[in-house]
């Protein structure tokens, strides 16, 4: 997806441009947008949502890709980009608005990377023309964790960089320059500064703290006009009732004052857990800073759903404003512009 002649300078534009899993993407003021995106690791769809419209209807289209995560939407081109856990590649999919105009089903397939560069891909960040791959270990990859940087072009995505991890890999999100991970199977979260600026190779963390409380996170977003981050927490994959959200308000503040190898205090969270909040695996979490809504990929309980919750001001066992059944869903996109 990148060229291996780009500048440090031109990455930084890239990454500085646009950030990846909320609704601080896209700045621009066209016509308003909001535009909600899921897919799934078991229908061999992805949905389509007009979050502005009178009566907000979820579309479904069949895309080559029966298990897919990590989806993104950019209205521009009016294209989505999944990673394929089917074909292994990164995969984009376009003319979702002329798809809705003609009541048709099916998406073109346009471009993709190369089959096999990755395997067991977890989740995508996106920025501008930079699209990172989070590999998470598995038999099939030599139980490597590694990040994989695409650039994106009209034609093809380029293999730019690879990155090494010494944990496992699953959520991960882009900020400016800066990428923040999640340490699966722990409640650790993970913080890579100038992460483009690293060589390919082994990739060491600027900075890795606990979230106390936090048992195993999937999910996460940051939102640096809110300075809110959010995390998600699986718990037990076998349990229904375990699983919970984690707001962190003025993050950048708590987090600075965080050293490394230290613990970011329940004082200092935002909980929702227990039997009301319906969060029992939950894998990936969207937040949109205007209307303040958190959107959340529950994959475990009803075979899948797409929770909607109010930000929370204090810490409870919250209800969900809004559920809806989606078979399988395992990542949450929100466009806002």
Known sequence: MKNLFITSAFLVLLFASCDSNDSDNNNSTDTPELTLVTSSNTSGKITYTDLLATAPMVKSFTIASLDAEGISYNSETDAVIVASRTNNKLETYTGI?????????????????????????????????IVVVAQDQLASNGMINKFFVYKKTAANFSLVKTFTTDFKLWGIHINGNDLYAVADLTGDLVFFKDFMNNASGTITATKRVT???????????????????????VASAASGTDGGLIVIKNFSTVFNATMTGGT????????????NSTLGNPVDVAYDTVTKKIYVAERLNAGGQVLTFNYPTMTGDFAPVNVRAEAGVTSVFILRK
């Not at 608005?97 to 960040?125: C, H, M, P, V």
């Not at 977003?221 to 809110?226: F, G, V």
């Not at 970011?264 to 227990?274: E, F, K, P, S, T």
């Open 97 to 129: 608005k002329s798809a809705l105009k003609a009541g048709t089903d099916n998406l073109t397939l346009s471009i993709s990377s190369l089959t096999g560069e990755f395997t067991n891909a977890r989740e995508t960040a996106v920025s501008g023309d």
């Open 264 to 275: 970011i205090a329940l004082m200092n969270q935002i909980r929702v857990y227990g039997p």
């Open 211 to 233: 979230i106390a409380g936090l048992t195993r996170s999937h999910g996460i977003t940051y939102s640096s006009s809110d300075d809110v981050m959010i995390l998600t927490d």
